[in-house]
């Protein structure tokens, strides 16, 4: 009698558990470390050598206030379950460390070398500090043992452009570049298909690749754009009184296009590898179209800067910022507040805000393959 009554108290909590356990969307993931490579869409400064004097015209805070809470690849690394990547200039090259993941991206950084700023951590100089991070491991752990850790438990999470584009439409129209912007995006992609294979080559088989948001939606290019409207310039569409600028939209999703197709032919070609292509133009400009859907007030003004609109420069001090940094769908000049990119966090993980923003595969289905 006495365990018939325990089995009919258990009974009913065990299928409790069961359901919940079911419903509860848990990821098995074999993801041991995230590694990230890119510009400012992964780096909030702390990994740009002299980055209040090297980039005096962008954003001191451009992650909205505690830098680990608001960019993708640190949303990301929570739901996968793993702890932030840390800077790569403050790790200590110790094995213990370089196992749980690293942050190799820098603020100001572009695919193409940057001769007159060489001190910004362009592709290849973070490919080299892979690389490096790979010989440490052999030497501590035994080359095998490295070999078989990268090639199974780690996830590259790679993101430039956004800054190389800055830097093309700060220094001269785009409207003046005509068909280089093709030629343009051919290039980028090839340097970025070069960094895959070296990648590739080196045991790396899980790779997240973000494309470039619609720029000429921004605060520093949309008031630009608006104060040319009465010049007669050939501008976007206007959406109640926002005006993008669709020749810069126009190069981000030429690159963005390349970039996927370039993505598509090397799953083809590198059989064991599996790479995804995360779409961060079409969702950002979902939110800008339809901003009160996804509860957003505010998609033109910046939430913190000075100028115009406090759009036009950077937030230099958190003293700038705005009351209610969530319904604004920018945080600065450049980059969306928290809000915008834990909605986009959340559809690239499981498809289920937005869903395919992530090609053919979720962040969450690739870190639990085999």
């Known amino acids: 009698m006495i365990h018939k009554m325990k089995l009919d108290v258990l009974l009913p909590i065990v299928t409790t558990i069961f359901i919940k356990l079911v419903h509860s969307n848990i990821t098995v ?3 041991k470390a995230m590694y990230v490579m890119g510009d400012s869409t992964v780096d909030c400064g702390e990994n740009t050598l002299l980055f209040p004097y090297l980039l ?3 954003s001191l805070h451009p992650c909205e206030g505690p830098p680990n809470s608001s960019i993708l690849p640190h949303l990301l690394a929570k739901k996968i379950g ?6 790569f200039y403050s790790q200590n090259g110790s094995s213990e460390v370089l196992v749980r993941g690293i942050n190799l991206g820098s603020t100001g950084a572009t695919i193409l070398s940057n001769p007159t700023n060489p001190l910004l951590q362009s592709l290849n100089q973070q490919l080299r500090q892979a690389f490096e991070i790979f010989q440490l491991l052999q030497l501590e752990l035994g080359q095998e043992t490295a070999n078989e850790f990268i090639q199974n438990s780690t996830l590259f999470y790679i993101s430039f452009g956004k800054d190389e584009y800055i830097n093309l439409f700060r220094s001269k129209s785009a409207k003046g570049l005509g068909s280089d912007a093709e030629k343009l995006s051919r290039i980028l992609v090839d340097q970025m298909t070069n960094a895959i294979e070296y990648l590739y080559d080196s045991n790396v088989r899980k790779f997240v690749f973000m494309g470039i948001l619609p720029l000429g939606c921004a605060p520093r290019f949309l008031h630009a754009t608006n104060d040319s409207i009465s010049d007669g310039s050939d501008v976007g569409g206007d959406r ?3 005006v993008c600028a669709d020749d810069i939209n126009n190069f981000v999703l030429e690159y963005n296009a390349f970039l996927e197709q370039r993505i598509v032919r090397l799953s083809m070609k590198l059989s064991d590898a599996q790479l995804i292509f995360c779409d961060f133009y079409r969702p950002m400009m979902e939110i800008i179209n339809n901003p009160n859907t996804y509860g957003f007030k505010n998609v033109k003004n910046a939430c913190c800067g000075e100028g115009m609109d406090i759009g ?3 937030c230099m001090s958190m003293t700038m910022a705005c009351q209610d940094p969530s319904t604004y769908v920018w945080w600065d000049q450049f980059n969306p507040g928290h809000a915008v990119n834990s909605l986009i966090a959340d559809s690239a993980w499981s498809g289920e805000q937005m869903p395919d923003i992530c090609r053919p595969n979720t962040v969450q289905n690739l870190v639990s393959s085999m």
């Open 82 to 87: 793993l702890s932030y990547p840390i800077p």
């Open 312 to 314: 036009l420069r950077g």
């Open 29 to 31: 993931s074999n993801i």
């Open 56 to 58: 005096r015209n962008l």
């Open 240 to 242: 109640d009184g926002l």
